[in-house]
């Protein structure tokens, strides 16, 4: 039986804000319900970091940060939307993400239609000449004279739940599929919705921040400065988590609107849904908050630990009931997992592996690790490394940035110009994830041998993809 394909990206969701990875405190009740009857892969990763290079990755099924960063998509790229296109399928995208879309990014090629909701974060949308009134203290916030006022001119018409972003996107994909339902008789589907929440702003419904933190009367760092935590009280500091699960639920709450309308029309038993996040966000681990390490409007970047680095993967398929599979598995996976169930072939072009065979039990894993790291094409930068995680282990490398001029700028993490900060001296760092699973305890010293071996499958694994060696060469020593 032919295939529809539903693939859902909520950005920056974190692996553990979902009951079914454990965690015991957030409301995500319609993506509980959702794992209930699907496979659920404990062990996901993102592959490239972090939005643009991420989806990129899905839309090409490759590992891209070794050839591509925060840039347009080529328009010689092969892309899943266009290889599912020419195979008869009608392939639709529905996004609120504005990253990916603006300014010539050109990710919607190969979609037969598609509908950008603007207005998210410094999307350019509205021109009010409004001075906001800031929640908190500016110096907080991060580009609080251009994003958060572009944010706030953005949403001056907003009044109920379904103006907010996720709920209109995905109002927006229940509205396709009715007229799908109706027009579309015959003819299978490939949807991509893709929604910024719970990136930041974080400013859900009031509703939804007193099940977390009713009462409090602070000041609201709806989108902090990314960096060390220092600058939050403690009190601030819960309240920005409360607010993040607030906008997890608020999803959730939209997600499960577009279930029930897949339920309703009958598409449960011919339509696979996948849904999962691009990277996760520090809220105070590590004393971090944030994605990276921006001071001064100077860039670095933060190490990949598994509260960024690891993703919800949740995946339903008509027939195969709830599963859970431990094996390690990354985004560019998802294009050839959907072109073999769709009984297309797969382009040459992919690097990412097909999780069929895993789903149907016929083999025992797919990779023996997975590599999570900034884009390198240009060469290593100030705060750079590099993750590859194993079930076991999680070993972050930096690149040697001698061999390499150092580039000034960068768009990475919001698409905003930021001078990049020359040459932070770094160190490798390595955490067995079974004894330290919160990745507090660098072991390095204890097991140079591991994080050798580690190391040497990972430069394998850079050639083995094709990678330039001009881009290998800065990776290749390992100073233990």
């Not at 908190?136 to 994003?147: Q, V």
């Not at 018409?157 to 009715?178: Q, V």
């Not at 768009?411 to 490798?428: A, E, Q, W, Y």
Request: hydrophobic share 35%.
């Amino acid at each position: 039986m032919k295939m529809n394909f539903i693939v859902i990206v909520s950005d920056t969701f974190r692996r553990d804000h979902l009951r079914t990875y454990g965690n015991t405190w957030i409301k995500t009740k319609h993506l509980d319900r959702l794992a209930e009857k699907s496979i659920v892969f404990t062990r996901a990763y993102a592959a490239s970091f972090p939005t643009v290079p991420a989806r990129r990755d899905i839309f090409t099924g490759r590992y891209s940060y070794v050839y591509a960063g925060w840039e347009p998509l080529a328009r010689d790229e092969t892309v899943i939307a266009d290889v599912l296109r020419k195979a008869g399928y009608t392939t639709m995208m529905i996004a609120d993400t504005p990253h990916f879309l603006r300014d010539g990014y050109y990710f919607q090629r190969g979609f037969s239609g598609w509908i950008w909701v603007r207005g998210q974060e410094n999307d350019n949308y509205m021109a009010w000449p409004l001075e906001p009134e800031f929640p908190c203290d500016p110096t907080k916030l991060r580009n609080p004279g251009w994003t958060m006022k572009q944010y706030f001119r953005n949403i001056v018409d907003r009044r109920y739940e379904e103006d907010y972003f996720a709920p209109h996107t995905m109002n927006a994909a229940i509205k396709w599929l009715e007229n799908f339902y109706r027009y579309g008789k015959g003819s299978k589907f490939f949807l991509y919705i893709d929604t910024f929440d719970p990136h930041e702003p974080w400013d859900p419904p009031r509703w939804y921040v007193d099940m977390y933190d009713p009462g409090y009367d602070g000041e609201e760092v709806i989108y902090p400065k990314y960096g060390p935590v220092d600058y939050l009280s403690e009190e601030e500091l819960r309240h920005v988590r409360a607010l993040y699960a607030a906008e997890a639920t608020m999803v959730d709450r939209a997600v499960g609107r577009l279930l029930e309308k897949v339920e309703d029309m009958g598409l449960m038993d011919d339509t696979v849904i996948v849904f999962t996040s691009d990277h996760g966000f520090y809220l105070g681990e590590h004393d971090l908050i944030g994605k990276s390490i921006i001071t001064d409007g100077r860039f670095a970047w933060a190490p990949l630990y598994n509260e960024v680095a690891a993703i919800p993967f949740i995946m339903y398929v008509p027939g195969k009931g709830h599963k859970v599979i431990e094996e390690l598995v990354q985004l560019p996976d998802i294009a050839p997992t959907i072109l073999e169930l769709a009984g297309v072939e797969t382009p040459p072009t992919v690097n990412g592996k097909s999780l069929v065979p895993l789903i149907r039990g016929e083999v025992d894993r797919v990779r023996e690790f997975a590599v999570h790291s900034p884009p390198i094409n240009r060469g290593p930068s100030a705060g750079m490394k590099t993750s590859i995680i194993t079930k076991e282990w999680s070993l972050l490398i930096p690149g040697d940035q001698k061999p390499v001029e150092p580039y000034e700028y960068e768009f990475s993490v919001d698409g905003m110009l930021k001078k990049v900060i020359k040459k932070i001296d770094l160190n490798p760092e390595l955490y067995n994830l079974v004894d330290d699973p919160k990745q507090e305890r660098n072991v390095i010293s204890d097991y140079p041998d591991v994080a050798r071996e580690l190391h040497d499958k990972y430069i394998q694994f850079l050639r083995k993809i094709g990678t330039p060696e001009e881009i290998v060469k800065p990776w290749l020593k390992l100073n233990i």
